[in-house]
Each structure stands twice: as structure tokens, then as C-alpha cells.
Nanobody, 127 residues
Framework: QVQLVESGGGLVQAGGSLRLSCAAS????????MAWFRQVPGMQREFVVG????????SYADSVKGRFSISRDAAKNTMYLQMNSLRPEDTAVYYC????????????????????WGQGTQVTVSS
């Protein structure tokens, strides 16, 4: 349905910051709950943070609480992931995802609940 394109990944030193963007097209992001996932070689794609369709509820993985922040700008049809105090273990390919199901306050936590995915953007944190 909705098309998603991530950008903003790159190489950053530990302790640094990076902001990822997920530009949506075809449909308004107001119709979707959205999330960021990340994946490293040999591991499952894991949930990082999500935002409800209403835009008023968020859910963060314990590993990123206090460091990462999700937001959306419906006027620009774009979702963002602000990453601060980055650690080497944050190194991964980051994907944005969207789900059109559930009520306006629901935040899916499983990758299988999302129907639309971006192509991913690489984030590398060096020591």
C-alpha cells in the first residue's frame, strides 16, 4: 500500500547522534501505526520503537529508552528516528514499517504485523 523510503544512515562515533527519516508516499501516515526495526547479520529483525496511528502513543525497546525518540510530521508525510548517545551495539540496518490495522492507539510489536517496509538504511557506530 504505502511506499516507504528510509534515509539518514551513516557512520558515527560512539556517543554521537544521527537522525533517520522515513518518507511515505501513496497514502497519508495518519492512516498507519508505524515503527522502526533493526537487523544485524545472523539475527532476527527486532523492534526498536513504534508510534500509534493516532500519533499520541509510543513504545520503545528497553535497549533504546532514553536515547532514541520517534516522531512524525503528518504534513510532510514523514516519520523520524532521533538517535542520541549511540553505542557500537546500535550498529544495524534500520527499517521503517507501517501497519493499517488495529485501533488508533494500538502499536504492533511483531514484524509480522506490518504490511509495508522500506529498503533499510545502514547505521554504523564505531568505537
Amino acid at each position: 500500500q504505502v511506499q516507504l523510503v528510509e534515509s539518514g544512515g551513516g557512520l558515527v562515533q560512539a556517543g554521537g547522534s544521527l537522525r533517520l527519516s522515513c518518507a511515505a508516499s501513496g497514502r497519508t501516515i495518519r492512516s498507519y501505526s508505524m515503527a522502526w526495526f533493526r537487523q544485524v547479520p545472523g539475527m532476527q529483525r527486532e523492534f526498536v520503537v513504534g508510534i500509534s496511528r493516532s500519533g499520541t502513543r509510543t513504545s520503545y525497546a528497553d535497549s533504546v529508552k532514553g536515547r532514541f525518540s520517534i516522531s512524525r510530521d503528518a504534513a510532510k508525510n514523514t516519520m523520524y528516528l532521533q538517535m542520541n548517545s549511540l553505542r557500537p551495539e546500535d550498529t544495524a540496518v534500520y527499517y521503517c514499517a507501517a501497519d493499517d490495522g488495529g485501533n488508533s492507539m494500538y502499536i504492533p510489536l511483531s514484524r509480522n504485523e506490518y504490511e509495508s517496509w522500506g529498503q533499510g538504511t545502514q547505521v554504523t557506530v564505531s568505537s
